[in-house]
């Protein structure tokens, strides 16, 4: 084993600025459903029993031999039903184990068209916060403000209690703060091809609607939570509207301008950017080039070229991934210590590489092969 001389969070942040590591930074993205599978617990139990999946999910941290931080709270996202319920964070109607569906399948998202196409105008008048709020008392009756903080207190709640238990292992979250990207929070409520639609018809109302209605709001909420919550890293999430999905001009209208606001008021802040990137980036990795160098950490969900990534921003963004999910879940574990050697032997040169599965653990990932990722990382030197 490697021989360690930096702590979990030096080791991360060292990695971010593209400096020198003792060993290559792990991190091991569990949910719930992974976890309960773990402990011979159905799918529905990660969402009934948050305590009992929390020490799970320390159990499973010392079977694997530890990882260098964990990436959210296991459980919490479908803690309320809605995900999570607040303006900045999604708000869809969700499909439960045990409850909609069987006990072991998990999660599904119930996409409806909720807003109508003729209501932007409605959105212009009263705002965001409010027209979240009546949307989403069309999901589900009775949401009010105060039931709102009640839910983000419940989730605080857990939250802090989940930290104390890991406080003794010196693991920390990746990050503790963040928020949806403006026009997958639109696209929610309007679905998704009602929204490409809108974009093709009326597009200067949905432009009008992210860069001087929603974006505003975000942003501002944004730099307030990574004030409150006094951590140093910050995460920008991100997922369909990029190219080839949508044009350059699309893209740098209604995603980029919240990635790149976000990021400089991270930075503003004090906290490092974490953009974790779902659909394929591939097209718009030179984006990236804008933001300082040495500063952001960009994760990807397992559609993206990586490799194409470091030829693009290597020396420039830390990249952090990327054992697909279909990889870990259906690939024998000498393939996966196969590919992980290969992530560390091209992304490692130079530093700035963190090992990490591609998104989240899916509940198919095979214990083995998460334990080959975490032991090639933990063990491998490059060549």
């Given at each position: 084993m490697t021989r360690e001389t930096m702590n979990p969070d030096e080791r991360i942040d060292a990695a971010i600025r593209l400096e020198e590591v003792d060993r290559t930074p792990l991190i091991v993205g569990t949910s719930g459903p992974f976890v309960a599978r773990y402990r011979g617990m159905t799918v529905a139990d990660a969402y009934r029993y948050p305590d009992k999946i929390a020490q799970a999910e320390l159990d499973l941290f010392d079977a694997l031999g530890g990882w260098d931080a964990r990436y959210g709270v296991v459980g919490l996202h479908d803690f309320n039903r809605l995900y999570p319920m607040n303006p900045t964070h999604w708000a869809i109607r969700r499909l439960m184990p045990g409850v909609e569906l069987p006990?072991?399948?998990?999660?599904?998202?119930?996409?409806?068209?909720?807003?109508?196409?003729?209501?932007?105008?409605?959105?212009?008048?009263?705002?965001?916060?409010?027209f979240w709020l009546s949307l989403v008392n069309r999901i589900q009756n009775g949401v009010t403000w105060e039931r709102v903080n009640e839910a983000a207190a419940s989730m605080g709640a857990q939250r802090h209690k989940n930290s104390l238990l890991w406080a003794h292992r010196g693991v920390n979250e990746l990050c503790v703060t963040g928020a949806m990207?403006?026009?997958?929070?639109?696209?929610?409520?309007?679905?998704?091809?009602?929204?490409?639609?809108?974009?093709r018809r009326q597009y200067d109302k949905v432009r009008k609607a992210v860069k001087e209605v929603i974006l505003p709001v975000f942003l501002g909420v944004f730099r307030q939570s990574i004030r409150k919550s006094g951590h140093h890293r910050a995460l920008i999430p991100a997922a369909r509207y990029v190219m080839p999905f949508v044009s350059p001009q699309v893209f740098e209208d209604l995603l980029w301008s919240w990635m790149k606001g976000a990021a400089a008021i991270a930075l503003e802040e004090g906290a490092y950017p974490v953009f974790h990137l779902d659909s394929d980036w591939t097209e718009a990795l030179h984006y990236f080039?804008?933001?300082?160098?040495?500063?952001?950490?960009?994760?990807?969900?397992?559609?993206?070229?990586?490799?194409?990534?470091?030829?693009?921003?290597?020396?420039?963004?830390?990249?952090?991934?990327d054992v697909p999910p279909a990889t870990i879940s259906v690939a024998s574990s000498r393939e996966v210590e196969a590919y992980c050697r290969k992530?560390?032997?091209?992304?490692?040169?130079?530093?700035?590489?963190?090992?990490?599965?591609?998104?989240?653990?899916p509940a198919?990932?095979?214990?083995?092969?998460?334990?080959?990722?975490?032991?090639?990382?933990?063990?491998?030197?490059?060549?």
């Open positions: 006990e072991n399948v998990d999660v599904q998202n119930d996409e409806q068209e909720v807003m109508g196409e003729d209501e932007y105008d409605r959105l212009f008048e009263i705002g965001w916060p409010e990207d403006p026009p997958t929070m639109l696209a929610n409520w309007r679905s998704a091809a009602p929204f490409m639609l809108d974009i080039k804008e933001l300082p160098k040495g500063k952001c950490l960009l994760h990807f969900g397992g559609e993206t070229d990586i490799f194409k990534a470091k030829e693009i921003l290597g020396g420039h963004c830390c990249l952090m991934g992530l560390m032997d091209v992304l490692g040169e130079g530093n700035g590489f963190i090992m990490c599965e591609g998104c989240f653990l198919t990932a095979k214990f083995e092969n998460v334990k080959a990722m975490v032991d090639v990382a933990k063990n491998y030197r490059l060549r």
